[in-house]
């Protein structure tokens, strides 16, 4: 007997239910009462799927009892048949109006009973199957709502971090080029130098966790990376893991972004500890060549690959779920201890690269990934390239920027250089200055602005300024990418688009460049200035 679907017969003739009840009972779980209202009390511990309904009862009738079960929220969806052989066409339409889904006219026999049975059987498990995949849709909604508000806290945080970060640069650099070659001190503005990088990096990973983003790819050292990642899972992890590495020293370089690597092993690691988190186990890393001999789907025997196997002695995944755990939002984590985003964005991020996932698992003995990613044969690019000298000059500039520690780092460094530097704290303050009288709108040969300011972006200060002197040059320096895009600069007429932190030699060889190019050609053009080639 399947008793999945539950049928109520209401009828007051206990002969006709019982007969009813013995045409249906050997499909479907049936129950039968003699009235409407023991079927209204009956209702929420019995929870009908279906009902067959009495069109002509004591106490309630067939109509009243169906207006009554369709102001339950919890009857919506119940399938309700009127059971007849008395109601003629007004009664027919005001029960379709009440809510019926069907009629059956008696006397009937088994085959009628069962057919219409079966079909709003079927009927109900559509409308079930809606409600779960609604269900589905909105919880993946939820998440990618969640993902939203990350993306939004991160910006935020991306902007204050590169703000905080900008004057460590700007300073390092200055005691830099103070400091003779063969200084000890050298050594140490090198070191605050390679952090303030490290530290950016760590901003980029930050904004690609909350968004997805086009990511360069280069030649990197696979090894390091993995073994940089271990380092942090060795910190959050509880000691009940033991984790095993084997990770060759030297590998050859894989093309992809150090960011997205890392991210790999941190996923691939996260579920491995999730796996063994209640009873403890091993988690082993290898990082290895691959060998021709491995005979794995996907894998190109012309190309050659570096290997990461991430395994781990937890539950194991179950063979049927096995074909869904790299799609998106699938997850069999407890409510608010995963996203399921997790592996799904592993596998896009190895299939991006021109790798290959092969999963190996068994229920209660543990799980294997391996990872495999073709070599590049692209050499390494150095991983921090010297600041650029700052270059001198003696014109006109004006600095806005409302955190004050970056606007008095950069009069610091430019004055330095020979350039006579105003400062504004606020939109407002720098358009008075610029409009100032005694100075007029024809002082500042340059204008170097923040983006996220209150009272006036520097996007719309930039316009407001371009307004009252349109060849004046600008340089715009947003905390980071999210605040306002290069294109949107160019749009406005900006000159020079850096987002912080940037070193100070690419900046004042920027000032340079747009002031020089100012004086040969009145028209400016956007000049591409990220600050890549220093802070890789």
């Known amino acids: 007997m399947n008793c999945s679907y539950k049928i109520m017969i209401v009828d007051d003739d206990p002969a006709f239910s019982s007969v009813a009840k013995r045409y249906l009972e050997n499909d479907y779980g049936v129950s039968k009462v003699a009235d409407g209202q023991a079927c209204l009390d009956e209702f929420a511990e019995v929870k009908p799927d279906v ?46 109006r009440a809510g019926a889904d069907d009629f059956i006219l008696k006397p009937f026999g088994a085959d009628e009973l069962l057919e219409v049975t079966k079909r709003q059987v079927a009927e109900k498990k559509i409308v079930d199957d809606i409600k779960a995949e609604r269900g589905k849709i ?16 991160a910006s935020g945080i991306a902007h204050d971090f590169n703000n905080l970060l900008f004057p460590i640069l700007g300073y390092s650099d200055m005691l830099d080029e103070a400091l003779d070659d063969d200084a000890d001190e050298k050594h140490y503005v090198q070191e605050i130098r390679t952090a303030a990088s490290r530290a950016k990096e760590l901003v980029e990973q930050i904004l690609f966790f909350s968004r997805q983003a086009n990511k360069e790819k280069k030649p990197v050292e696979f090894s390091l990376i993995v073994k940089e990642a271990l380092k942090l899972m060795r910190a959050t992890i509880p000691t009940s893991i033991k984790i095993n590495q084997w990770v060759k020293s ?12 890392h991210q790999i092993v941190m996923n691939l690691c996260t579920n491995a500890f999730h796996s063994m988190q209640k009873d403890g186990g091993t988690l082993k890393v290898q990082v290895n060549d691959s060998n021709i001999k491995d005979n794995v789907e996907g894998l190109d025997p012309n190309v050659e690959y570096i290997r990461l196997t991430v395994s781990d002695t937890g539950t194991g995944i179950p063979e049927k779920i096995k074909k869904r755990i790299f799609d998106p939002f699938f997850t069999t984590k407890e409510v608010g201890k995963g996203t399921g985003m997790g592996l799904s964005m592993v596998h896009g991020i190895v299939a991006d690269m021109g790798g290959v996932i092969h999963l190996t698992s068994e229920v209660g003995r543990g799980t294997t990934f391996e990872i495999f990613l073709p070599k590049s044969r692209e050499n390494i690019r150095p991983a921090l390239v010297p600041a650029k000298k700052t270059q001198e000059g003696s014109e006109k500039i004006l600095i806005v920027d409302d955190d004050v520690s970056i606007a008095n780092m950069l009069h610091a460094v430019l004055s330095k250089v020979g350039y006579s530097v105003s400062r504004a704290n606020s939109s407002p303050m720098a358009l008075e200055l610029f409009q100032d009288t005694n100075n007029g709108p024809g002082s500042f040969d340059l204008i170097i602005t923040d983006m996220t300011m209150p009272d006036l972006t520097g996007k719309d200060l930039s316009k407001k300024i ?12 947003p905390g980071s990418s999210d605040a306002l895009s290069e ?50």
Not at 77 to 85: F, H, L, Y
Not at 138 to 153: A, I
Not at 496 to 507: F, S
């Open 138 to 153: 909105n919880e993946q909604l939820r998440q990618v709502q969640r993902m939203e508000s990350m993306g939004v806290l």
């Open 250 to 261: 030297k590998c050859d370089p894989v093309l992809g972004d150090p960011t997205q690597i």
């Open 466 to 477: 371009l307004e009252i002197r349109p060849d004046t040059p600008i340089i715009i320096m």
């Open 51 to 96: 009902i067959f309904l009495d069109w002509c009862m004591p106490v309630l009738t067939g109509i009243e009892t169906l207006r009554t079960l369709r102001r339950m929220d919890e009857a919506q969806d119940t399938r309700i048949v009127i059971m007849t052989g008395l109601a003629g066409r007004n009664e027919i339409i005001d029960a379709w």
């Open 487 to 536: 294109s949107e600069a160019k749009s406005v007429g900006i000159s020079a688009y850096l987002q912080k932190p940037v070193d100070l030699g690419t900046m004042t060889s920027t000032i340079r460049d747009i002031l020089d190019q100012k004086n040969k050609s009145p028209e400016n053009s956007l000049l591409h200035c990220h600050n890549k080639a220093t802070l890789n």
